[in-house]
T-cell receptor, first 115, second 113 residues
Framework: AQSVTQLDSQVPVFEEAPVELRCNYS??????LFWYVQYPNQGLQLLLK??????LVKGINGFEAEFNKSQTSFHLRKPSVHISDTAEYFC?????????????FGQGTTLQVKP | NAGVMQNPRHLVRRRGQEARLRCSPM?????VYWYRQLPEEGLKFMVY????????ESGMPKERFSAEFPKEGPSILRIQQVVRGDSAAYFC???????????FGPGTRLTVT
């Protein structure tokens, strides 16, 4: 079975500072990896995905993430955050070989950007 | 291209009533997933459907919950005899294939009084 751990439940940061949101996963099989963002009372928006290829993936809104297979991590980074980045961020995995592409989510990290 | 549509956005039901949640996937997507977001519990997979077929219902509660995705029309998640513990946000997602990224709707927030 797969599991996802987001190591920080809340991350406060000042505007224009860099940020890293950590995600580790556990799986005995290969996985696809995703980061989603959820603004208050809204659905989830796909930020970026790792399916194969380069381990450094770039997403929307200036975010990027690096897949580290040996450390089973997929940390999300942004070099300079804005107030509008305040939201909840979810890391998720799904098995690459399966008859179901269901996503297994971490508990989420609330990013609080302060002026 | 319209995104995933869900309705209603908010639904209030009294204990014992039925709740019906609807989801229209993105155009061209034939794979639909339902997730539930409970306070303090995060997002949990419930069921995965393709047109007219339930592929994986391993996350569905054994009683009172059912889902369908008919040949024509939206996918429906049905909760019979709702209880207060069913209060949650229910999200639908769709994908063009059975694996890879999924695109989420805005959710239906169910409140059971």
């Amino acid at each position: 079975a797969q599991s996802v751990t987001q190591l920080d439940s809340q991350v406060p940061v000042f505007e224009e500072a860099p940020v890293e949101l950590r995600c580790n996963y556990s799986s005995s099989v290969s996985v696809y990896l995703f980061w989603y963002v959820q603004y208050p009372n809204q659905g989830l928006q796909l930020l970026l995905k790792y399916l194969s290829g380069s381990t450094l993936v770039k997403g929307i809104n200036g975010f990027e993430a690096e897949f580290n297979k040996s450390q089973t991590s997929f940390h999300l980074r942004k070099p300079s955050v804005h107030i509008s980045d305040t939201a909840e961020y979810f890391c998720a995995v799904s098995r690459t070989s399966s008859n179901t592409g269901k996503l297994i989510f971490g508990q989420g990290t609330t990013l609080q950007v302060k002026p | 291209n319209a995104g995933v549509m869900q309705n209603p956005r908010h639904l209030v039901r009294r204990r014992g009533q039925e709740a019906r949640l609807r989801c229209s996937p993105m155009k061209g997507h034939s794979h639909v997933y339902w997730y539930r977001q409970l306070p303090e519990e995060g997002l949990k997979f419930m069921v995965y459907l393709q047109k007219e077929n339930i592929i994986d219902e391993s996350g569905m509660p054994k009683e009172r919950f059912s889902a369908e995705f008919p040949k024509e029309g939206p996918s429906i998640l049905r909760i019979q005899q709702v209880v207060r513990g069913d209060s949650a946000a229910y999200f639908c997602a769709s994908s063009p294939q059975g694996v890879g990224e999924q695109y989420f709707g805005p959710g239906t927030r169910l409140t059971v009084t």
